[in-house]
């Protein structure tokens, strides 16, 4: 019983030193035309839990009305990919994708992002992603996973710690 509570306390260590290493997380959708479109969990437009909120409800297939955040006029449409928010006087990060966690907690992914991959890096961690998490990959130095979702594919970006010889 010892060695299965020790076994269980450095599984959670292990996860938690995993989860406080995340450099960043994205979601990488497959576009009709066969590109990669990349969503960031981190950029430059941050809007308050209440904007988001209204814009939500605002949303129409044909576009929403407009609504002045504090990032500027948006609107927002219901797509079939989600609710995508735009935000024209945006300088960079110019849409949102509102998505809900099994919780029900929204989540808003970024257009712009600071991890910038290669097409043929994205084409390799599609292809790596299982519904339960694919298998580590490295890339330019960053360890990656990529689990298979409902809305694409959500790849974990940390540095690798260095080993020691």
């Not at 450095?10 to 590109?35: E, S, W, Y």
């Amino acid at each position: 019983m010892r060695l299965a509570g020790k076994l269980f306390a450095a599984i959670l260590a292990c996860l938690a030193v995993t989860a406080q290493a995340a450099d960043n997380t994205l979601l990488i959708r497959l576009q009709p035309d066969g590109k990669y479109k990349v969503w960031h969990t981190e950029g430059e437009t941050n809007l308050a839990e209440d904007e988001l909120v209204a814009l939500e409800a605002s949303a129409r297939p044909e576009g929403g009305r407009r609504i002045e955040t504090s990032a500027g006029v948006a609107s927002a449409r219901d797509t079939a990919e989600g609710i995508v928010i735009t935000i024209p006087d945006a300088p960079r990060d110019k849409a949102l994708l509102l998505d809900r966690d099994g919780c029900g907690a929204l989540k808003a992914w970024h257009s712009e992002g600071a991890t910038q991959l290669s097409d043929d890096q994205l084409t390799e961690l599609v292809l790596s992603a299982l519904p339960g998490g694919g298998k580590r990959i490295m890339l330019d130095g960053l360890s990656a996973k990529a689990t298979l979702m409902r809305h694409g594919v959500m790849v974990v970006l940390w540095r690798a710690p260095l080993r020691r010889p």
